[in-house]
């Protein structure tokens, strides 16, 4: 059973940083290349970052690029996403998703598991 558990979300200030973690169990982590989306209130669930299984391709949605970096550390079936200068508009639910891949999308329907996400509040 595959299971993909985010943590690391909570309330920070304009300007402040967080770290998500998203960690995965029941698949062959670094088969697949990883993904954070997030969803706002109101708003359509919207791709942020993604990873390829070796780290060697990311690519960022163009709001948060500059200021978040993904990163994972296959040892741990682990991947994180460090966010910076954090905004308000940046406020969501993130999750994190796999999908059996060699290379990275921001397609949303191309990722197999999901995450239950976690709340992340940006206040102003």
């Known amino acids: 059973q595959v299971q993909l558990v985010e943590s690391g979300g909570g309330l920070v200030q304009t300007g402040g940083s967080l770290r998500l973690s998203c960690a995965a169990s029941?698949?062959?982590?670094?088969?697949?290349?990883m993904g954070w989306f997030r969803q706002a209130p109101g708003k359509d669930r919207e791709f942020v970052s993604a990873?390829?299984?070796?780290?060697?391709?990311?690519i960022y949605a163009d709001s948060v690029k500059g200021r978040f970096t993904i990163s994972r550390e296959n040892a741990k079936n682990t991947v994180y996403l460090l966010m910076n200068s954090l905004k308000p508009e940046d406020t969501a639910v993130y999750y994190c998703?796999?999908?059996?891949?060699?290379?990275?999308?921001?397609?949303?329907?191309?990722?197999?598991?999901w995450g239950r996400g976690t709340q992340v509040t940006v206040s102003s």
């Open positions: 998703a796999a999908d059996y891949s060699v290379s990275v999308t921001p397609m949303m329907n191309e990722y197999e598991h």
């Open positions: 029941g698949l062959d982590f670094s088969r697949y290349a």
């Open positions: 990873v390829t299984r070796r780290s060697s391709t990311t």
